[in-house]
């Protein structure tokens, strides 16, 4: 079974500019969560999209946002790039909600790259 | 408070040492808990899965749990220097997944 995909890998972008990432879980999970990484900060989460619906959001400003397809697939936007935004953004995703304890197992993508510059 | 805690490190072990990671959780609608390895540069990988209060072991890993406790801790035996990464716990509850910090560990050759 594939893993969880995301595109681009790696990504240069300019302030003032917005960006959009791209995540596919693997095959019948149907719940995607977005993290931000930066050094010594850990995993900030950013969202969580089940069924096409946000389920969870965390502490981010609204320049963040997400979407989730039929298929699963799920994309972020980040708009109006600050330098701060400079991170590893990984998508995890699991398979559901309320389908017993290891519906809690999340299996994350490789993460892309965004620096800004 | 922190929902999930850990100690940041980092812990450094001798090779073929015991390494002992911990964490401790808030929220007692956690039900399930992870352990994650994540090396400098990649994405976190899911290396332990507990539901129920005690011990799992999968070869060189072993994973507690103790519910009334609130504590989750990580045992790594005959460390090797290729488990020099960043251990992050997370707790699964109430449809939500919640992550540590993470603690750095170093196994020192």
């Known amino acids: 079974k594939a893993g969880v995909t995301q595109t681009p890998r790696y990504l240069i972008k300019t302030r003032g500019q917005q960006v959009t990432l791209s995540c596919s879980p693997i095959s019948g999970h149907r719940s995607v969560s977005w993290y931000q990484q930066t050094p010594g900060q850990g995993l900030q989460f950013l969202f969580e999209?089940?069924?096409?619906?946000?389920?969870n959001k965390g502490n981010f400003p609204g320049r963040f946002s997400g979407r989730q397809f039929s298929n699963s697939r799920s994309e972020m936007n980040v708009s109006t790039l600050e330098l701060g935004d400079s991170a590893l953004y990984l998508c995890?995703?699991?398979?559901?909600?309320?389908?017993?304890?290891?519906?809690?197992?999340?299996?994350f993508g490789p993460g892309t790259r965004l620096t800004v510059t | 408070q922190k929902e999930v805690e850990q100690n940041s490190g980092p812990l450094s072990v001798p090779e073929g040492a015991i390494a002992s990671l911990n964490c401790t959780y808030s929220d007692r609608v956690s039900q399930s808990f992870f352990w994650y390895r994540q090396y400098s540069g990649k994405s976190p990988e899911l290396i332990m899965s507990?539901?129920?209060?005690g011990d799992k072991e999968d070869g060189r890993f072993t994973a507690q749990l103790n519910k009334a406790s609130q504590y989750v801790s990580l045992l790594i035996r005959d460390s090797q220097p290729s488990d020099s990464a960043t251990y992050l716990c997370a707790a699964g509850g109430y449809q939500k997944v919640t992550f540590g910090t993470g603690t750095k560990l170093q196994v020192i050759p």
């Open positions: 999209y089940f069924s096409e619906t946000q389920r």
């Open positions: 507990i539901y129920s209060n």
């Open positions: 995890a995703s699991r398979v559901g909600l309320a389908l017993g304890l290891g519906s809690y197992e999340q299996y």
